[in-house]
């Protein structure tokens, strides 16, 4: 039985490529603030990932965990190449932050992927407002700096550069979904 919290659309050789950096990308995206799907938006950053690959050095990744399911609040990890280092979103992915993967670490694609799925970072369930995107990111990322795959400090500084954007749709307060 096909897992369905993950959608996985990958080139031939991008699951094996190991991961040279991973850029956290904030798209501009609009939600409904009303249930009945009125004309009511907020607008805020959606956070996913781009991850750049040593064996592809002009293709990358994008690991996103997308609010989808039946709820409409069930997480979906979709992985998908793309032909580009650029995010798909160019026009409206205005935050991005970049972090080298560790020289000595030879974490491939499908191999974070296993890890996300192993560590039940895949089964995650955005709040009622189908917000918690940048704390998922911020859990990604926690776990590769326990793991040694980023620098001691990389949640602390992403954290510290959160704060910072000054930026009105990056909440302040960490808004977090739940692992399930």
Request: charged content about 20%; overall charge negative.
């Amino acid at each position: 039985m096909s897992d369905k919290t993950l959608w996985l659309k990958l080139n031939r050789g991008h699951s094996d490529a190991t991961l040279a950096k991973i850029v956290v990308t904030g798209t501009v995206a609009e939600y409904s603030t009303t249930f009945d799907g009125g004309d009511e938006l907020a607008v805020y950053f959606h956070w996913h990932f781009i991850l750049h690959l040593r064996e592809f050095p002009h293709q990358s990744v994008v690991l996103d965990m997308t609010p989808g399911g039946l709820d409409g609040n069930t997480g979906i990890l979709m992985a998908s190449s793309q032909n580009t280092l650029q995010p798909a979103c160019s026009d409206r992915c205005l935050l991005t932050r970049e972090f080298t993967i560790q020289g000595s670490s030879q974490v491939t694609v499908q191999g974070l992927i296993d890890k996300l799925t192993s560590e039940g970072l895949t089964r995650y369930r955005y709040n009622d407002q189908g917000m918690g995107c940048r704390w998922w990111c911020e859990v990604v990322i926690q776990k590769l700096e326990d793991d040694g795959y980023v620098e001691e400090g990389t949640v602390t500084g992403l954290d510290q550069w959160w704060s910072n954007a000054n930026d009105p749709r990056v909440p302040s307060a960490k808004i977090k979904g739940s692992f399930y």
